[in-house]
């Protein structure tokens, strides 16, 4: 079992900068590869960045790509998502989620291949 607690949402302006947080319990924290996906009001769940088990891959979508930056320090067991000039369409509940049986420079793009989901961390941006 693995537990996924998020942190660091809150309100911005357009432009703004937000660095969410994702805690993970367990000792095999290494073993995981590591998403973040958004879900807005009235629409699905997407993917925005992952980092493969060896934090040496990274991708992005489209969105997110020249703005947002995920990395981990499996030392806090914790992935972070830096997000820089932030833009109101950016505005969503964001959750971080485990990937346990991801291949060691895999980052996985797809909801489906999680294991584990945070409760979620709503990130607001005004313009």
């Known amino acids: 079992q693995v537990q996924l607690v998020e942190s660091g949402g809150g309100s911005v302006q357009a432009g703004g900068s937000l660095r969410l947080s994702c805690a993970a319990s367990g000792r095999t924290f290494s073993n995981y590869a590591m998403g973040w996906f958004h879900q807005a009001p009235g629409k699905e769940r997407e993917f925005v960045a992952a980092?493969?088990?060896?934090?040496?891959?990274?991708y992005y979508a489209d969105s997110a790509k020249g703005r947002f930056t995920i990395s981990r320090d499996n030392a806090k067991i914790t992935v972070y998502l830096q997000m820089n000039s932030l833009k109101p369409e950016d505005t969503a509940v964001y959750y971080c989620?485990?990937?346990?049986?991801?291949?060691?420079?895999?980052?996985?793009?797809?909801?489906?291949?999680?294991?584990?989901w945070g409760q979620g961390t709503q990130v607001t941006v005004s313009s």
């Open positions: 989620a485990a990937d346990t049986s991801a291949s060691w420079n895999s980052t996985p793009i797809r909801g489906p291949d999680y294991d584990y």
């Open positions: 980092i493969s088990r060896s934090g040496y891959s990274t």
